[in-house]
């Protein structure tokens, strides 16, 4: 089963207005990680939270960290266009011992100019 | 980017018949993935690979094989494609594995078995 779940599993927002999509996962975790994927192409890596950190920058993109409710949300702030992609959120639960990058099922954000 | 080439990108094949994927880095990382992703179960993974000759299975490995016979390659194998692997498969990589986190991913390739 996955370990993360996205939610909304789409969205849709006005150019300039922010999006968050939210990732609940099931069992404790050394990081948590956000990816971009546009379609027809592989996933690129947005922004890594260990699970000693509770909020974490990087440019437009806000990422916190829960990990009492086991869910972290990533906001994208004043979206454009080009943000338009689908948005997964990947963990490595410590119970795994090795290196196993678990997925959710993503949400499909469009961004409408 | 990252120098990650998947080959074949796209194949189409029929039941039964084996097929082998190749994930190929320049970038000299120790740790590789690979995925498949499918709508509504995201990606999952398959097998990976902590250095040569080291391979471990992820959570849907049935029906498939993994080679990595030296760094920069990461074969996968399925020995008697079946419809149900029709996907998108993706090869990632991670030069130290957990502790560090980022994957690069490649361009990925479309599996279609009739």
């Known amino acids: 089963s996955q370990q993360g779940e996205e939610d909304p599993q789409a969205l849709s927002i006005q150019e300039g207005e922010n999006a968050t999509m939210n990732c609940s996962y099931k069992?404790?975790?050394?990081?948590l990680q956000w990816y971009r994927q546009n379609s027809g192409r592989g996933l690129v890596h947005l922004i890594l939270i260990r699970s000693n950190e509770r909020e974490k920058h990087s440019g437009r993109l806000r990422v916190t960290l829960d990990t009492s409710k086991k869910s972290s949300s990533l906001l994208i702030t004043a979206s454009r266009a080009a943000d338009t992609a689908s948005y997964f959120c990947?963990?490595?639960?410590?119970?795994?011992?090795?290196?196993?990058?678990?997925f959710g099922t993503g949400t499909r954000l469009k961004v409408l100019a | 980017d990252a120098g990650i080439t998947q080959s074949p990108r796209h194949k189409v094949t029929e039941t039964g018949t084996p097929v082998t994927l190749r994930c190929h880095q320049t970038?000299?990382?120790?740790?590789m993935y690979w995925y498949r992703q499918d709508p509504g179960h995201g990606l999952r993974l398959i097998h990976y690979s902590y250095g040569v000759k080291d391979t471990d299975k992820g959570e849907v490995s049935d029906g498939y094989s993994v080679s990595r016979s030296k760094t920069e390659d990461f074969l996968l194998t399925l020995e008697s494609a079946t419809s149900s692997q029709t996907s998108v498969y993706f090869c990632?990589?991670?030069?130290?594995?957990?502790?560090?986190?980022?994957?690069?991913f490649g361009e990925g390739s479309r599996l279609t078995v009739l």
């Open positions: 990947a963990t490595v639960p410590t119970t795994s011992g090795t290196y196993k990058y678990i």
């Open positions: 970038e000299n990382h120790r740790y």
């Open positions: 069992t404790s975790i050394n990081n």
């Open positions: 990632a990589i991670s030069e130290s594995g957990l502790r560090s986190g980022e994957l690069f």
